[in-house]
């Protein structure tokens, strides 16, 4: 069996235990990985304190040559890292392909964007004075990352960082280890200063409390669910830090009767589908407008139909399993008519075969006050409620304690407008679920703050000086 250590400071450790990695896609044990302990996140901060002060001296062309020489490699060896991923996540080849060569485009994007980052003079009101900002990495930063997309969201985290000229320390998923710490080793092989990135892994209650207290990191960066950014936070108050947090999300979808509905149920049933559901802007809760809600149940329910397992012969698009076994028991769980109060219409039971698989699942008429549409679902769920045209479905939408993202399809501009006056969410999408990486992505409420990916996520690498010469 594979056996996974941690990366500190250019070395690679052991741990005094190790944690099962699994294959969803068969429940097979595939790995164990070491879990990192409090003195291991200790060494990992040190190490990068360290290595701060050196990189973050270098110059952009410097930077840029290191990062230009880890993207090379990376793509050399795609297809194994690839490979890595499905067995680790269980993901289709087409959405591994997506979350390896996001990290690709992240390390590409942020070395041009700092280019781009300018300081800015500011007029002086009586002349005497030349003013200025200047730009300083911050030193250190600390990220955690969840399992879903083990590469994209490391690409969120470690494009910036090193773009900017910051150490890092990221907190890898011990469910997800393989593909991450292959990155490690090819990382490893590029003359950075030793310290400059670390991978731990380890279980969260040991590792983020201890990354989170600890005076070295300035800023601590999360994506992960709300309760895992809400302990982070409890544990930080040992100093002044910053935060940048990618949290849960609840995202309502409203398709009115003007809708192009065709390409709303492709749009809906594909984004929730994709990976299994477990996405953190897949779509949580479905309005339908009651003109248009049988039809939609109709076409959603044959396109739901059409999916095939993960590895199963067949022309359909694949579904791929959920994450792990107390994965499927919760989706089993939020099944049951106790949890929904509607009415399953196709899928709701775990399908005949090894791995964590779950039939794609289509609930109508379900309860809106139902814990399914309460919490994020993490899974091939799809409740869909219909509203009708004298309600305030917006309100409805906004309903929620999350705000990450929302979607709303329809033909009329005026509603398209109200859309995004009302809608409470950080990312609302009209007519097309679209993510791209030049794009602030982040949410409101308790979905938290701050924003990956675009120029917007650079400015929480750098500390901002103001000078002021006399003339």
């Known amino acids: 069996m594979k056996q996974i250590k941690n990366f500190i400071a250019n070395m690679w450790c052991s741990g005094e235990s190790s944690i099962d990695v699994h294959n969803p896609a068969s429940g097979e044990v595939i790995a164990c990985v070491a879990a990192a302990t409090e003195a291991d996140v200790m060494r990992a901060l040190e190490g990068a304190e360290s290595a701060a002060k050196i990189y973050g001296e270098y110059s952009i062309n410097q930077r840029k040559a290191l990062i230009d020489a880890l993207t090379v490699q990376l793509k050399t060896h795609e297809s194994e890292i690839t490979d890595l991923l499905i067995q680790e996540t269980g993901k289709t080849r087409e959405i591994a392909s997506y979350d390896f060569n996001m990290l690709v485009d992240c390390l590409g994007y942020y070395i041009e964007e700092v280019k781009r980052h300018y300081g800015e003079t500011i007029p002086d009101y009586d002349g005497g004075h030349f003013n200025f900002l200047s730009y300083r990495p911050i030193g250190v930063v600390a990220g955690v990352l969840t399992w879903n997309f083990p590469l994209l969201n490391l690409g969120y985290k470690l494009g910036p960082a090193l773009a900017s000229g910051c150490a890092s320390v990221m907190k890898i998923s011990d469910r997800t280890p393989l593909a991450s710490m292959r990155v490690a080793e090819i990382i490893d092989s590029i003359s950075f200063p030793s310290g400059t990135v670390n991978f731990l892994c380890g279980r969260g209650r040991e590792v983020i409390p201890a990354l989170a207290k600890s005076p070295v990191p300035r800023l601590l960066t999360m994506i992960g669910s709300t309760h895992a950014g809400k302990k982070m936070i409890e544990a930080s108050p040992t100093t002044v830090k910053r935060f940048s947090l990618e949290l849960g ?76 076994e107390a994965s ?144």
């Open 249 to 324: 999300g609840d995202a309502p979808v409203l398709v009115f009767k003007d809708a192009d509905l065709d390409a709303a149920v492709a749009d809906i049933v594909g984004l929730k589908l994709a990976n299994a559901g477990q996405i953190c802007v897949a779509p949580n809760r479905i309005f339908v407008q009651e003109a248009i809600y049988g039809t939609f149940i109709e076409k959603a329910k044959d396109l739901m139909e059409s999916y095939r397992l993960l590895g199963e012969d067949g022309d359909g698009p694949e579904l791929s399993p959920v994450c792990t």
């Open 328 to 471: 499927l028991q919760q989706m089993l769980e939020f099944c049951d008519p106790k949890m929904h109060g509607g009415t399953i219409v196709t899928g709701g039971k775990r399908a005949n075969c090894a791995g964590y698989f779950l039939e794609p699942t289509l609930i109508k008429d379900v309860d809106r006050g139902a814990k399914l549409t309460c919490e994020e679902i993490f899974g091939p769920i799809m409740p869909v409620m219909p509203f009708n045209e004298n309600e305030d479905i917006f309100a409805a939408a906004n309903d929620t304690v999350y705000g990450l993202s929302a979607y709303v399809y329809t033909q009329s501009l005026s509603c398209a407008l109200e859309a995004e006056k009302r809608l409470e969410f950080g990312n609302i999408l009209i007519n097309e679920a679209y993510y791209s990486l030049q794009l602030p992505h982040g949410g409101l409420k308790q979905s938290g703050f701050g924003k990956d990916v675009s120029r917007l996520a650079l400015d929480d690498y750098y500390d901002i000086k103001r000078i002021s010469i006399k003339r």
